[in-house]
């Protein structure tokens, strides 16, 4: 497709379930985020794959939260043992180059913690 | 850590008018940019700045990048009711922060017809 497309658009888990989040980025390009954005909240930064050097993690709120990514493709970001404060919209971004500014973003994923 | 003062939280106009919102940081910002974001859609690119002073246009909107790097400000003209939604200024450094995205708490836009 055009843009970054992100799957399922909603998730209700019950506490204490994981959950997997999937991205596909646009293609050919190279660095791809994931983000999280609280009701009200602007988007807070979890993590960032730069092609095939090693990703920044540093903004993963828990050892609860990981993510990975195939190459230049999907990722999927996978959040265990889930509490009600994961609930959040978690929405993804591509750029062309790697560390690049100018993000394109999906629609994101409403995950509903009960 | 770095945190970006987006002011006004919420704006209601008259269609035809002129907007203005602004942000400001404790650290300095390589590039600016402004997203809007739609209900249930993810954020969508308006403008990008990459270097101080700089002042640039995309259609009715204007932002510029401020001369000390901590400050970015979104003018929109003549606004239309297409123009609601929420506005978020976002920030990139370098350094230790390179790629990542620094947010803004938005500005929610209500236009009346």
């Known amino acids: 497709g055009a843009g970054v497309s992100q799957s399922p658009s909603n998730k209700v888990t019950e506490k204490g379930k994981d959950v997997e989040l999937r991205c596909d980025p646009i293609?050919?390009?190279?660095?791809l985020y994931w983000y999280r954005q609280r009701l009200g909240q602007g988007l807070e930064f979890l993590i960032y794959?730069?092609?095939?050097?090693?990703?920044?993690k540093s903004g993963l709120p828990s050892d609860r939260f990981s993510a990975e990514r195939t190459g230049e493709s999907v990722s999927t970001l996978t959040i265990q043992r889930t509490q009600q404060e994961d609930s959040a919209v978690y929405l993804c971004?591509?750029?062309?180059?790697?560390?690049?500014?100018?993000?394109?973003f999906g629609p994101g994923t409403r995950l509903t913690v009960t | 850590g770095q945190q970006l003062n987006q002011s006004p939280q919420s704006m209601f106009i008259q269609e035809g008018e002129d907007v203005s919102m602004n942000c400001t940081s404790s650290?300095?910002?390589?590039?600016w940019l402004w997203y809007k974001q739609d209900p249930g859609e993810g954020p969508v690119l308006l403008i990008a700045?990459?270097?101080?002073?700089e002042l640039t246009s995309n259609g009715r909107l204007t932002a510029q990048f401020g001369i000390t790097r901590k400050d970015s400000f979104l003018n929109i003209s003549a606004s239309i009711p297409s123009d609601v939604g929420i506005y978020f200024c976002?920030?990139?450094?370098?350094?230790?922060?390179?790629?990542?995205?620094?947010f803004g708490q938005g500005t929610i836009l209500t236009v009346h017809p």
């Open positions: 794959f730069q092609g095939n050097s090693a990703p920044d």
């Open positions: 700045l990459y270097k101080a002073g």
């Open positions: 650290s300095i910002f390589n590039t």
């Open positions: 976002a920030g990139q450094s370098s350094g230790t922060s390179y790629g990542k995205l620094t």
């Open positions: 971004a591509s750029s062309l180059l790697a560390g690049g500014s100018e993000q394109y």
């Open positions: 293609s050919g390009h190279t660095a």
